[in-house]
């Protein structure tokens, strides 16, 4: 299967001032398949080593002799290590943290050497401040899969050259095709097992079998790795989620949780589970006027999971009611379909917010600022009625509002309509 993230890869392999790269990413979203593939078709040989299953990671950072690892390395993978064509992978870093210290010293001594390193619950050591080379290293995210290589991994690649060519008004008559794969994909999400094993086997209930053992999987590393003090609470706001994102209004509430909660109490949770790569924050913002960030409000935000898949089997929502049920994209509020969205603007690396007023029912979803400032309205059907869009556009015409709705492409005079299955491949083409 073909990742977005590969082209970044390369990029990092040909840069003239190439720094170690540390990949980060939730389980199960494919980083150790996605290295491997790269290391085997860009690299003459591959030196691979997991710190968690190789017991010799666990005391080989005594110091930081640059030779003296690379010699340990060969050894334990038996692989001959060589400058520039040699990719050594340390994957599930975080069981040897010294190893992400290391990467200072591979810059500074010895950045002839291409070593990446990648591991689950990373981002939980990455903001712990432990050793980490600040300032020596790149950084790249990987996401579960996008709708676009979803619909690649389906076989449907001249429909995915025709989304690419944005010949919006073009694709009118592939609405069908494309809105039945995306029911799909509500169903299946973007996990790349999960992804793979639904286009081999075509099986439904496979599908929700993989889903629920993840999220077993995700439910085991709360206990092993998530401190005694906030535990509870971390569980007690990785289970509201379903429900916080079938609200009208999205809007994280305390109280959901327990009576008399407050951010206080649970804020620490909600932050270890987006460092973990689970939760994406989404705050709000009190002017839609550049820059964004100044006029960001921490303390009111939306919480998505990393992946609509999963959303699906945390509420067992059945693939009937998804693959054929006539009026899915509108029910439960529209909280996939605004799941969705969010999901495909993360997978950018853009800066998202959402608006709106307090005491006032007017909202506008997603906030994405780029050369413009893009306010976007999400519509879970067809109904193009847009109140909240027009009254911020007649307050600010320098915006560029935007409608993502089961319609089709259209452009009006202020602002333009953009089917849900095309919502990121077009905000990524807009300055």
């Known amino acids: 299967m073909k990742r977005n993230i590969y082209s970044k890869l390369l990029d990092w392999k040909n840069s ?3 720094k170690p790269l540390i990949l980060d990413g939730a389980r199960q979203v494919g980083k150790t398949w996605i290295l491997k593939e790269f290391g085997a078709n860009e690299y003459k040989n591959v030196a691979y080593i997991n710190c968690d299953k190789t017991i010799e990671m666990k005391s080989l950072f005594y110091d930081y002799d640059i030779q003296r690892l690379i010699r340990s390395f060969s050894s334990i993978t038996k692989e001959t290590i060589l400058p520039e064509t040699t990719l050594i992978i ?5 069981e040897s943290p010294l190893a992400l210290t290391s990467l200072k010293y591979f810059a500074e001594d010895a950045p002839e050497y291409h070593i990446i390193v990648a591991g689950s619950l990373l981002g939980i050591k990455l903001h712990s401040g432990t050793g980490y080379p600040v300032g020596k290293v790149e950084e790249l995210k990987l996401y579960p899969m996008t709708f676009l290589e979803f619909l690649e991994a389906s076989g449907n690649n001249g429909l ?19 809105t039945d794969l995306l029911r799909q994909y509500y169903y299946v999400g973007g996990m790349p097992e999960i992804v793979n094993n639904y286009f081999t086997k075509q099986d439904l209930k496979e599908v929700r079998k993989l889903q629920n053992r993840i999220l077993s999987d995700y439910e085991r590393d709360f206990s092993k790795h998530v401190p005694e003090d906030i535990l509870p609470k971390v569980v007690m706001v990785w289970n509201s989620i379903p429900s916080q994102l079938a609200k009208e209004n999205k809007k994280f509430i305390y109280g959901a949780l ?13 932050q270890w589970l987006i460092n973990a790569g689970l939760l994406h924050k989404i705050v709000r913002t009190n002017k839609i006027q550049r820059p964004l960030k100044f006029y960001e ?19 067992d929502v059945t693939s009937k009611e998804i693959l054929t049920g006539i009026n899915y994209f509108s029910e439960y509020k529209g909280a996939f379909t605004e799941q969705f969205v969010a999901q495909e603007l993360t997978a950018l690396d853009l800066k998202i917010y959402y608006y709106s007023k307090e005491n006032s029912p007017l909202e506008i979803d ?8 893009y306010p ?3 519509k879970a059907e067809e109904n193009l ?21 089961m319609s089709g492409f259209r452009k009006q005079e202020w602002m333009v309509n953009v089917p849900l299955y095309l919502s990121q491949e077009w905000i990524n083409s807009v300055d």
């Open 90 to 94: 340390l994957d599930e870093v975080q």
């Open 258 to 270: 327990k009576q008399g909660a407050r951010a206080k109490e649970f804020e620490n949770a909600i």
């Open 160 to 178: 995915l050259e025709q989304i690419k060519s944005h010949n919006w008004e073009e694709l009118a008559p592939m609405s069908q095709k494309l």
């Open 16 to 18: 003239h001032d190439r």
């Open 297 to 315: 409000d921490t303390g009111a935000f939306k919480l998505f999971i990393s992946d609509l898949g999963l959303l699906g089997a945390m509420a």
């Open 366 to 373: 997603f906030i994405v600022q780029k050369d413009e400032i």
């Open 385 to 405: 009625k847009s109140k909240s869009l027009r009254t911020v556009f007649e307050e600010n015409q320098n915006l560029k509002p935007c409608r993502f709705s």
């Open 376 to 378: 976007i309205e999400v």
